[in-house]
C-alpha cells in the first residue's frame, strides 16, 4: 500500500510539473544582446553543430537570382564556438535604430534563437526580431515602432460578411485612444496588406498601432480609425483564424488580384461605416497598401472614384496579370481620367531603389506626368522589404484628412 501512495505521488508530481512545464523552460542564454557601444551579440548552445550562422536584415545584403529577377537577401555572419559548445557572433559596427529580423542556420538548417521568444510569421516564414531604439536625445524613426508612454488605441478582429464573396470575413481594426470614451467620429484609412500576407500582416510585421499611437500622441497625425482587412479574396481570415483551419500559407492562392477583392470592397466600407463612429464621406476616407495591396488600392480607388480622397501606393504592382479578365481593369485611361477629374487630396507613389517593381512604377508615373495628373512622389534606397514600408507609413499618415 505505502508503494502504490509513493507510486501514486510520483505520478501526481510528473503530472504538475508537465502542467507547468514552461516555467521551467526558461532559457539562460542571452540572444540578442544589446550592447553599450551600439553592437548586437548573437548565441546559441550546439556542442554538436560544425557550423552556425546568423542570417539577418542588419547585416550586408547578398545578391539572389530567382525566376522573378536578382533580389537582396540578408546576408550571413558566422558564429565561433567556445569549449563548451555556445556559439557567438558579434556585429563589426553598431546598429542604427530599426526593427530588425533575423534566423540562425546551424549545418545549413534554418532554425530560430531558442533564446528570443520574440518572433514574427511572414507568409510561411517564422522569424526571430529585436528593436533598436535610438540614442538619448535622438529622434529615431525606430522609437515610433516601440511601445512608449502614450495614450493608446485598441485593436479589435471583426467579422463581416461579403456576399460578393460568399463567406463571413476577418479584418483588423484600430481606433485610436479615447474612442470608446467619446461621442466624436473619425475619419478612416484603409490599409492592406502584400501578397501572402493577412489581416495581421500591418500590426506584425509593420508596427502600425504602435505608429499610429505615437504619432497622434506626437499630434502629428489626426486621429483616425484604420482597417486592415484579409486583401485575400479565396480566403476568410489569416491561416489558422479561420474556419478553413491551420492552412498552409502561400502567396499562390486563388483569386489573387483577379478583380474578385476590388468588387467585394464597397461591402467592407459598409459596414465600417455601419459599425464604426465615421465620417462617411470622399473627404474623410483613404486607401493605402504595399505591393498587392498597393496594386488594390490603386484600382479600388480608380474603380469607386467617389469614394476616397487619399491613395497611398508602397511598392505598388501596377498592371494585372494578362490572365485577369475582369472588369475591375477595363478602360484603364478612361478610369484614372476620371479618378483624377474630381483631384484627389493625396496621390502617393513610394518605392525603393531596388525594389523589383521600380521599373512599373517608373513608368506608371510617366503616364501619370503625361497627362497632368498631380502624385507625390517619395523614394528610398533598397527594396521590397518591410523596413522600407514601415517608413511609408510613418511618412503617409501625417498627410491624411489636414
Known sequence: MKKLIIAAAAVLLAAGAHAQQAIWGVPQIISPQLNADGTATFRILAPNARSVEVTGDFLPTEKVKTPYGEFD???????????QGLWEFTTVSPLAPELYSYSFLVDGLKINDPANVHRIRDVGSVTDV?????????SARADLYAINKVPHGTLAKVWYNSPTLGMDRRATVYTPAGYEDSDRSYPVLYLLHGMGG????????????QILDNLIARGEV?????????GNADLPAAPG????????????LPKTMDGSFETHFPELVSFIDKHYRTIPDK??????GLSMGGFHSLHISKQFPDMFNYVG????????????KSSVYADFDAKLQRQFADRPALYWIAIGTDDFLYKP????????????????????PQGHIWKNWRIYLTEFLPKLFK
Open 241 to 252: 483564424d479561420g474556419p478553413d483551419g491551420f492552412s498552409v500559407p502561400t502567396t499562390q
Open 198 to 209: 493577412d489581416e495581421n500582416a500591418w500590426t506584425e510585421l509593420g508596427r502600425a498601432s
Open 361 to 380: 512604377n517608373t513608368e506608371f508615373r510617366k503616364l501619370l506626368d503625361s497627362k497632368g495628373y498631380p502624385y507625390t512622389y517619395f523614394e528610398t
Open 283 to 288: 473627404r474623410h476616407r483613404a486607401i493605402a
Open 222 to 230: 489626426e486621429p483616425m480609425i484604420v482597417v486592415m482587412p484579409n
Open 73 to 83: 537577401a540578408p546576408g550571413k555572419g558566422a558564429l565561433t564556438r567556445n569549449e
Open 130 to 138: 529585436f528593436l533598436v531604439r535610438g540614442h538619448e536625445g535622438d
Open 313 to 324: 501606393l508602397f511598392s505598388a504592382a501596377i498592371l494585372p496579370q494578362d490572365a485577369a
